[in-house]
């Protein structure tokens, strides 16, 4: 089982990116870090710090649940995708790390999602 993030575009030619459950938490949990804040210590993650105290072009992508929840429009997609290439170019830059390794593959794959997703006017779909 797992997640697939994809254009809703309708075409099954577009590129997609997809994780285990645990994989998509592992990522989110990096962005979080990358932005400065514990992801476990937010609401819905086990923690009690409401989202309003956190400012990040990120956070639908990061509040949003796993199963089920909108679809990320458009715009959403604009505003994530400049932050979400600049933190895999730092990630890309930082390090040797393996875990690093995937992610800086999986945020690039994203960022190529976002970017249909945004040249299309498509939602970005979880499924």
């Known amino acids: 089982m797992g997640l697939v993030l994809f254009p809703g575009d309708r075409d099954p030619t577009s590129p997609d990116v997809s994780w285990s459950y645990s994989g998509f938490a592992a990522f989110r949990r990096c962005l979080a870090q990358a932005e400065g804040f514990d992801l476990s210590e937010m609401w819905g993650f086990g923690g009690e710090q409401p989202w309003s105290e956190v400012c990040t072009v990120?956070?639908?992508?990061?509040?949003?649940p796993d199963v089920g929840g909108d679809?990320?429009?458009?715009a959403d997609c604009a505003a994530i995708l400049?932050?979400?290439?600049?933190?895999?170019?730092?990630w890309?830059?930082?390090g040797d790390d393996t875990l690093f390794h995937e992610h800086?593959?999986?945020?690039r794959q994203?960022?190529?999602?976002?970017?249909?997703?945004?040249?299309?006017?498509?939602?970005?779909?979880f499924l």
């Not at 990120?58 to 949003?64: G, I, V």
């Not at 679809?71 to 458009?74: A, F, H, K």
């Not at 960022?111 to 939602?123: G, M, Y």
């Open 110 to 125: 994203l960022a190529t999602v976002l970017r249909l997703c945004i040249e299309k006017n498509v939602p970005l779909c």
């Open 92 to 94: 890309a830059q930082d």
């Open 58 to 64: 990120l956070e639908p992508l990061l509040d949003h």
């Open 71 to 74: 679809d990320l429009s458009p």
């Open 104 to 107: 800086i593959e999986e945020g």
């Open 82 to 90: 400049p932050r979400l290439a600049a933190i895999a170019d730092q």
